[in-house]
């Protein structure tokens, strides 16, 4: 199993890379949760991510929900096409991919 690796970039900017899998994102959501509170404006650039599950697409919905909770805007960029065809199968590309 390969890992992942959320860096924090300039004013609320992400980046996120490797495989979102059930024994990747549980780690991720736990480091996200401080950095998140601390910015205005929340963008997770999903470029670098090399493989998705149902787990990774249910840790973006949970960043939508905590943004959501503390009052910050997020926003998703670069998402592969891997999980772009998971969300439009499970409904939530609307979602995901709208912009604020």
Request: charged share 25%; glycine share 12%; net charge negative.
């Amino acid at each position: 199993m390969a890992g992942a690796v959320l860096e924090s970039g300039d004013q609320g900017r992400w980046r996120l890379s490797g495989e979102l899998d059930f024994g990747t994102v549980s780690g991720l959501l736990k480091e996200s949760r401080a950095g998140f509170s601390d910015v205005d404006v929340i963008e997770v650039d999903l470029a670098g991510v090399t493989r998705a599950d149902s787990a990774g697409l249910a840790l973006l919905v949970e960043w939508l929900r905590a943004a959501e909770r503390i009052g910050r805007p997020i926003s998703f960029v670069n998402m592969p096409a891997q999980m772009q065809s998971i969300a439009r199968i499970c409904g939530l590309d609307d979602i995901l991919t709208s912009s604020d």
